[in-house]
């Protein structure tokens, strides 16, 4: 097996390069990252490869190029904070964690093995960058509101973003959050679904019907906005113009694709969670070179 | 004796699922409720069979308990499967109100209990559900060894007058049970005789209790094996025979020191003929690992009931 999936660039992009520098630097780092993933995923032989990748351009986005947050300074007050609450995700998670800085990239050869740091869902208390211990969905949302909260009651000027799965939208204590942050006018919470269309064992709209999700959600006092999920200079783009409305927490719709770009992995249900084998996992490197 | 245990590994999830379609078969009123659990809970068979008894409420388990309660007021005989970790913490409310106060027959399977999500972290290990469900009034709790015990722990769960709850595990078990076996809600089971000890266990314990009462005969020590699939209500009659007769007892199971089967036993022994006691189980929040490494490294194996045994005979 070759390690072509194991080099990761590490550093955040620099947020005075121009935009389309800041883009390429991003879609480099999100191939590699996605590489970094799969070796992960193939050597632990579990993982949720197929919402790690519709989320890795996200994850990336945001951790490599928008939120205020120093790498070797993980604990400091008024960092922005980013809670990821689809913590089965946990492979990108940590490799984007890594290549910005977090901690050191050999650590993710260690992916669940035992006593590593790094378990199958995020442990705040282990890892540097972790704001929330995720992985029981719907924990989350209501965590970064209470981080929201205690931003506004301290005149804080941090921003709190969290990534939920659209299956983990079914459960109930989103929306109570949601209720709360809508009431509050929480205008530096930012939620953004990772909208790939499919839950555990089927699509979202076949199991328990989500849409429509932006009348949901302004229906809440929040404001909606659509993006495309893989695309880093949009995702960019509307990350500098938070809130897309003052005064209300913004809800950020993130049209991806489970399991993208690999081709045989792209929109099957079966990706959530099917470990790679080592063919697959050569033929989806040669895709992400 | 009327145990073997086999060479054979077993899913008890398999039997679990072929059981629930049997039961379906006979009972018109048997349905299946689920959260995105299809795959986990192995229902694709059930749905493919019976696709108008699967209701699959989303990832809610909130709601999965609320629904089943309503189908049973509704009249049908629900079964809930999902992960236990979610379905027994998140739905623990609706299990306390909606199932047992309303005294609704709702039959709830927890999958993949204990540590069977090993590597995937203490969010996802379920090692506190059982002390959390028998501390509630009117809801039996019962914790299979094996696919035998699994199977007819769910066909006695269904015909039991009250809310039951079963810990159906995911990882891998010999066939503890000889064919005679016959299950029966809240009796114990004598798996082997001995004086000088008893040991208590169920679930995956079991097999690995049955183990350690071997290499103990080895060494002289009369080991009394009982198997207590049942939690809530607990077998009072049989612990106070344990202690009586035997004078010490550990208890082993895939699960808390906090709360679960050692904590029935020890209220019961406490109450009851006060002896020297080690409760066996994991003494708190893990760290990730496979599951046959997490057992390990908790010295949940033969020996380690073994040492316990020796420990516990010293205080006798
Ligand atoms: C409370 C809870 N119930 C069930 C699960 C099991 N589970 C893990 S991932 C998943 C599906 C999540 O779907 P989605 O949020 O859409 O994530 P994605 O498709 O982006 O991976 C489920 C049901 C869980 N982790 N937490």
Redesign the pocket.
Known sequence: MTLAGRSLPVGRIDPSLPLEERVRLLGEAARAIRRRDLEMVRSAALG?I??DF??ADIVATLLLAVLNIDPSRPSLDDRDRFVMS?G??SGVLYATLAAAGFFDPAWLDGYMEPLSPLNGHPDRKKVPGVEANT????HGLPIAVGIAIAGKMDGSNRRTLCLV????LQ?GSNWEAMMAAGHRGLDKLTVIV?R?G???GAP?EETSRLEPIAEKVRAFGWAAAEVDGHDHASLLGLFEKLPVIAGRPTFVIAHTH?GYPVSFMQDRVEW?HKVPTTEQVRAALQELA | MTTLVGPDLFDCRDAFASTLQDLAQRDDRVVVVC??SVGSSKLVDFKKRFPHRLVNVG?A?QTLIGVAAGLANGGKRPIVSA?SC?LTA?GLEQIKVDLAYSHAKVVVCGMSPGVAYGELGPTHHSIEDVAWLRAIDNLAVVVPADPKETEQALRAALLHDGPVFIRVSRMPVPSVYADGYQFVLGKSFRVTEGSDVTIIANGTMLARAVEAATLLRGRGVGCRVVSMPTVAPLDLAEVRAAAEETGAIVTVEEHSVRGGLGGAVAEAVVCQHPVPMRILGFPGFLPTGSATWLLEYSGLTAAGIAAAVDDVLQHK
């Open positions: 949720h197929g919402g519709s989320s689809k089965h995700s992985g029981p969905l719907g799965g659209d299956g983990e459960e990772d790939n499919y839950q555990q979202t489970k959530h | 959260s995105d990832i388990e992960a979610f998140r």
